[in-house]
């Protein structure tokens, strides 16, 4: 079915319809009008207000305003569904979508469960439609950095992944109010770019969840997980979304470790990396500066943009984009499982989906 629109369609014009006009929206926004032939030509919102204000300040007076998403897919008929609710709200808003024909690309988590994620998976599947998650982490530069770094062997067999995350802020909002916050808003983007660093299967995790004194969240604002990941390599993940000072990157401060050196990467622009060299003195082999690989010419990047550009060229083009929901949900599963992990007290296995 793919491949027909991109016919039916002469892979170029595509419209779209954005569900949730909340601060997010902004950078969807941003993105989409960014991108050659992509027309947004309908706002939804709970609030009419909040969709008109968007449409104004981004500058789309023909975009139709609704609060009633079924009602203005029906009217439309759009080719695509930017999916910007908050998660609670999202089975309802994919399902929606994809009855009416649309592809759907959705803000991260993909769904506030697994049972809906692997329903979002069938009813994608069943449509015939591309239904994404826009992972924006992995579509910057660093991550892509290290994942070359990782193919070239640049530091032998790559044995651990270790990222580190540290910041304060105060939102307002949903989020503070929300259960396991910073597993499920925040600590999956790590997540699925640490999943693509390493290019292995996650397998099972152990994970203590908290909520450190003088928190200003609800629930789990801290989480230490440790991983295990296909042939015996380990990440490792220690976080807190209320630790005041030192703060890391936004990406994390990632640590790469391997059977003949190590890899670190400030979350910006510092990437640093020594190999043994063979020449032993006393306890330990002296160490060599390596250099760490360039982006390649095809390493995709743009961040948010990246990830929506890539969605539409897939609809374009009848391919399969990177961050397509079947194989997200492996990110996802890995939250989940984190977050039972903390709730028993034990080691959890992560759950994987037919088919991906």
Request: proline share 4%; hydrophobic share 45%.
């Amino acid at each position: 079915m793919i491949e027909q629109f991109a016919a039916d369609r002469g892979g170029n014009e595509v419209r779209a319809v954005l569900a949730g006009c909340g601060a997010m929206s902004r950078a969807w926004l941003d993105a989409a009008r960014q991108i050659q032939g992509l027309e947004v030509v309908g706002l939804v919102d709970l609030d009419p207000e909040r969709a008109r204000g968007r449409a104004a300040e981004f500058e789309l007076p023909d975009a139709e305003i609704g609060t009633d998403l079924p009602a203005l897919l029906d009217r439309l008929r759009p080719d695509i569904l930017f999916d910007v609710v908050v998660p609670a709200a999202r089975r309802e808003v994919v399902l929606a979508g994809l009855k009416r024909g649309c592809h759907v690309l959705s803000e991260k988590p993909m769904a506030d469960s697994l049972d809906a994620a692997r329903e979002l998976v069938m009813a994608a599947r069943a449509a015939g439609r591309l239904h994404a998650v826009v992972q924006n982490r992995r579509y910057i530069p660093g991550i892509r950095r290290l994942r070359r770094a990782v193919e070239s062997g640049l530091i032998g067999e790559l044995t651990g992944v270790h990222c580190d995350f540290f910041l304060a802020p105060h939102f307002g909002g949903f989020r503070e109010e929300m259960r396991h916050v910073l597993l499920l808003d925040m600590a999956i983007h790590t997540f699925d770019a640490a999943r693509h660093v390493a290019g292995r299967r996650p397998l099972a995790v152990y994970c203590h969840e908290s909520n450190p004194a003088g928190s200003w969240y609800a629930h789990g604002a801290s989480a230490n997980a440790v991983f295990e990941l296909e042939g015996g390599a380990v990440l490792t993940y220690r976080g807190s979304w209320c630790a005041e000072g030192l703060r890391t990157s936004w990406e994390s401060a990632w640590r790469l470790t391997g059977t003949r050196g190590s890899l670190t990467w400030d979350g910006a622009e510092d990437f640093r990396a020594e190999v043994a060299s063979g020449r032993r003195e006393g306890l330990f082999f002296e160490p060599e500066t390596a250099a760490v690989p360039p982006l390649d010419p095809t390493d995709r990047t743009g961040g948010h943009l990246g990830v929506m550009r890539d969605f539409v060229d897939a609809i374009r083009t009848g391919a399969e984009p990177e961050t397509v929901s079947h194989r997200n949900f492996h990110s996802l599963a890995m939250v989940f499982a984190a977050i039972e992990s903390a709730r028993q007290g034990r080691r959890v296995a992560i759950e994987t989906i037919e088919g991906s």
